[in-house]
């Protein structure tokens, strides 16, 4: 069993930066890749990125790609969200997830992702 708790939410202003930490536990070598995705009421959950556990690739979507950055520190366990350049469209509750599998397609799929977090609420104001 994998646990997995997102932190660092809050309210911030347009332009300024903000990072969401996420706490893995229990049988960690079960995951392999750690994604971060965000939902706002009424819409899908969205993939925002990736980072592959072992080789420290990340993917991104297109809607953050230059403004975010996925990172990790194995040896404390952890999965980061550095957001910059915050604009009010990122306001969304911004979950953690891991996964089984690799860095292979489908990858943006919320199924292809068997452990969640809670949840960290971001709003970004004007």
Not at 32 to 60: C, D, H, L
Not at 111 to 119: A, D, F, L, P, T
Request: hydrophobic share 30%.
């Amino acid at each position: 069993q994998v646990q997995v708790t997102e932190s660092g939410g809050g309210l911030v202003r347009a332009g300024d930066s903000l990072r969401l930490s996420c706490a893995v536990s229990g049988r960690t070598e079960d995951v392999f890749s750690m994604g971060w995705f965000r939902q706002t009421p009424g819409k899908e959950r969205e993939f925002v990125g990736v980072i592959a556990w072992n080789t420290g690739m990340t993917y991104y979507s297109d809607s953050v790609k230059g403004r975010f950055t996925v990172s990790r520190e194995k040896a404390k366990s952890e999965v980061y969200l550095q957001m910059d350049k915050l604009k009010d469209e990122d306001t969304a509750v911004y979950y953690c997830a891991g996964s089984t599998l690799p860095l292979l397609t489908g990858f943006t799929a919320t199924h292809r992702y068997e452990y969640w977090g809670q949840g960290t609420q971001v709003t970004v104001s004007e």
